[in-house]
């Protein structure tokens, strides 16, 4: 009996390792771009190509660069369009998405089932599939010319925010129907239950919306690069950092390239590590709903 024991110890032990050395393999192969990146940024050596997988030398010359020199690509223009439109898109999307989930969390009507089936269905498509039709019917209203774009670019991000439902009302339905009802008995309106009750209650989800509603704007090239076109100073982050690997651009601005993608990654990162606890009590809550 000892000695099954023993053995059977040794085996959990022997497929500990092997687990252990897996994912320490699987988390090298991940981190190593990253640390590549970040390395490249504050390499001396200008050029894409060099020889040595080290810098040679380190320099901040690179990220003083991004900042100083505006005349070719203005790199602080880019980044204010960027943050103006990703946080005009994150409020409205964030206030649509939850908006909807309430109604089809705690309502019931006619269209209900058929627009969750809707939803459902367009969802297997990608976005950038209508970005034709998006730019002609954008032009056709006079939205794709000067400050107009970032107008045009909000509404493609938040327009169609609510098909994004699904977990936002799968915590919703965690919530029990008797808050609501006693809401009711003593007087509550509909939006005075979801903003005086339901939200305040709704912490985990609300900042998982806000993170994924942000996010998207903020990394998004296929619809920006569309609608901007040839307006240079209309250009997001995305579209700023393309250019740099353009071939004209591209031996004197790849080392800033890799100092620009350092830093629009910190934002999200440390909005990540700060709201990570929310952001995973928002998931869980969705899934048991």
């Known amino acids: 009996m000892k ?3 023993k053995s059977a110890k040794a085996i959990r032990r022997r497929n500990n390792i092997i687990v252990h050395t897996v994912l320490a393999i699987l988390a090298a192969i991940w981190v190593f771009p990253v640390l590549w990146v970040i390395m490249t940024s504050f390499r001396a050596e200008k050029g894409s190509y060099v020889s040595t997988f080290f810098p040679q030398g380190l320099t901040l010359d690179n990220y003083a660069r991004l900042f100083t020199d505006t005349t070719i690509l203005n790199f602080p223009q ?5 943050l103006i439109i990703a946080i005009c898109s994150c409020i409205l999307s964030s206030f649509y998405v939850l908006s909807a989930s309430f109604c089809l969390s705690r309502m019931r ?5 058929p627009y969750m089936n809707m939803a459902m269905i367009l969802g297997l498509f990608p976005g950038f599939m209508s970005m034709v039709a998006v730019y002609f019917i954008l032009k056709a209203v006079g939205l794709t010319e000067g400050s107009l774009i970032r107008l045009a670019l909000i509404l493609c991000y938040s327009g169609g925010a609510a098909l994004s439902f699904q977990i936002a009302k799968g915590f919703f339905d965690t919530m029990p129907m008797a808050l609501d009802e006693a809401a009711r008995i ?3 309106t509909r939006w005075q239950i979801f903003t005086k009750i339901t939200l305040p209650l709704s912490k985990p989800v609300i900042v998982y919306t806000v993170l994924t509603a942000f996010i998207g704007p903020w990394v998004d090239f296929i619809f ?3 609608i901007c076109r040839a307006n240079s100073d209309q250009y997001t982050v995305a579209i700023g950092l393309w250019k740099m690997l353009e071939k004209e651009y591209i031996d004197s601005w790849y ?9 629009i990654s910190i934002p999200i990162a440390i909005l990540f590590l700060k709201l990570q606890k929310y952001y995973v009590d928002g998931m869980s809550g969705a899934v048991k709903g």
Do not use: I
């Open 3 to 5: 000695e099954k024991t």
């Open 78 to 82: 880019m980044f204010m369009n960027t």
């Open 109 to 113: 009507f006619r269209m209900r089932k």
């Open 186 to 188: 003593d007087g509550c």
């Open 224 to 226: 920006a690069k569309v």
């Open 255 to 263: 080392t800033s390239f890799a100092a620009g993608a350092v830093l």
